[in-house]
């Protein structure tokens, strides 16, 4: 979807080594969520953010919110080949739970 | 595991054929939303369903139907397929209170030739 744009499309990294995937809105968020997925598979849901400024982080993985509420950050500290696939972040503009995502990012992470 | 069951998992149909997929949600989860993933593209939301009733469409056609009954289970019906029906149709359930997060299942792949 054009309303939400996520970059960058593809990323290639060392395990090791730190990463920001950012998620970037035209439009005020009421909600932004974080899930993974791996190829052909289902999503699976990492994190919810509502408020302007928040941050919430799980195991290495943290995701920030920012104060206008219009881009969302993801990052994760020394990744692991268990990092690998496709993250996605989607949107609620509406204040209801029909989400609208973005294109994805692809990780990758060689040994 | 997020309880959220598809099936078929792949499935080949024809042009111009209709198709019906399954999904049975977690229980206690009255909304149940539709997307479809298209290869290298985020999802998108074709409809959601709450209580049985449609509550919300994206920019679908009316082929596209669906169908939620009272055993959290739920089906997506596609008629006169077209090429571009070609995707991976994920369903995702969730509480009735809004940002509650959806939980997804894995999919069926659906090609048509």
């Known amino acids: 979807s054009q309303e939400l744009e996520q970059s960058p499309q593809s990323l290639i990294v060392q395990e090791g080594k730190n990463l920001t995937i950012n998620c970037t809105s035209s439009k005020t968020l009421y909600g932004l969520y974080w899930y993974k997925q791996k190829y052909g598979e289902g999503l699976i849901f990492l994190m919810m953010?509502?408020?302007?400024?928040e941050e919430k982080s799980h195991e290495k993985i943290t995701a920030k919110l920012d104060e206008k509420k219009q881009q969302s950050s993801l990052h994760i500290t020394a990744s692991q080949p268990s990092h690998a696939g496709i993250y996605l972040c989607?949107?609620?503009?509406?204040?209801?739970?029909?989400?609208?995502f973005g294109t994805g990012t692809r990780l990758q992470v060689f040994p | 595991e997020t309880g959220v069951t598809q099936s078929p998992t792949h499935l080949i149909k024809t042009r111009g054929q209709q198709v019906t997929l399954r999904c049975s949600s977690q229980s206690g989860h009255n909304t149940v939303s539709w997307y479809q993933q298209a290869l290298g593209q985020g999802p998108q939301f074709i409809f959601q369903y709450y209580r049985e009733e449609e509550n919300g469409r994206g920019n679908f056609p009316p082929r596209f139907s669906g169908l939620q009954f009272p055993n959290y289970s739920s089906e997506l019906n596609v008629n006169a397929l077209e090429l571009d029906d070609s995707a991976l149709y994920l369903c995702?359930?969730?509480?009735?209170?809004?940002?509650?997060?959806?939980?997804f299942g894995n999919g069926t792949r659906l090609t048509v030739t």
């Open positions: 989607g949107a609620d503009f509406g204040n209801t739970d029909k989400l609208i």
């Open positions: 953010l509502q408020k302007g400024g």
């Open positions: 995702a359930s969730s509480l009735e209170q809004i940002n509650s997060p959806l939980h």
